[in-house]
């Protein structure tokens, strides 16, 4: 359990210094129950008030992250992003496609795609079981490295293809926010970024239950940092 409620503080960004501040506490008290795995049922439900979930879904995080695969080494996904094929079948895996949705959708041979699903399972990303059935090994908060190689592939293409598109369709927003923030709001909106992007994660995890023919393809990009617009640039003093 404090296993999983880790992983719920270090998902939704909260420090131990934000956990105190939320229940009254000192940090150090915090970390002492943390390190000695000790807590009230009331303050288990208020930590994960503050990580924005429920006992339940901290139950759901126990039972589902286990062992399972948190991240990938370097190595391991230099080894995915430079094959365009193994990274268009890990993207569908990891949304949940079956065998016979891949095939239905890309050009692979049936072969091909076994020979692909092995390499994944090699990774401990899946297990490959009876009939091509996948089973996916990876933690609800498994993510691609901080400026890895796969998250380097993603970035060219979001420069070069995301953001050429007009965002006027129905099913289509884009929202651009400027502003100045101090620190303690920063770290706030930057939280509430990881809650949003968790229920995204949620609902794509939910929908998997929907026929495969009602659902599409979505990229949600979310993300802030310091920025100055380059076009204003000669008029800084």
């Not at 390499?119 to 490959?128: A, M, P, S, W, Y």
């Not at 939280?191 to 023919?213: G, H, Q, V």
Request: one cysteine or more; proline letters at 3%; aromatic letters at 8%.
């Amino acid at each position: 359990m404090v296993d999983a409620l880790k992983a719920a503080l270090k998902s939704s960004r909260m420090t131990y210094a934000g956990v105190a501040a939320g229940m009254g506490l000192s940090e150090s008290s915090v970390k002492r129950k943390f390190s000695r795995r000790e807590f009230t049922l009331a303050e288990v439900d208020r930590i994960c008030a503050l990580c924005d979930m429920d006992l339940s879904g901290l139950l759901q995080l126990m039972e589902s992250s286990g062992k399972r695969l948190r991240a990938l080494t370097e190595a391991q996904e230099r080894e995915i992003a430079e094959d365009l094929g193994l990274l268009v079948v890990t993207v569908c895996i990891l949304n949940r496609w079956s065998f016979e949705n891949i095939l239905e959708f890309y050009v692979f041979e049936p072969h091909q795609l076994v020979q692909m699903l092995a390499k994944l399972d090699r990774l401990r990303l899946i297990e490959l079981q009876p009939n091509n059935r996948i089973k996916l090994l990876v933690a609800p908060n498994f993510g691609w490295l901080p400026n890895g190689p796969i998250q380097q592939v993603f970035l060219k293409t979001i420069q070069r293809d995301f953001f050429a598109a007009r965002f006027d369709q129905q099913d289509h927003e884009l929202i651009v926010l400027n502003g100045m923030l101090c620190d303690s709001s920063n770290a706030e909106f930057r939280r509430k970024m990881a809650r949003l992007a968790r229920e995204f994660d949620l609902l794509n995890r939910e929908d998997t239950s929907m026929p495969f023919e009602q659902r599409r393809g979505y990229t949600a990009v979310i993300a802030l940092r310091d920025w100055h617009y380059k076009g204003f640039a000669d008029l800084r003093s």
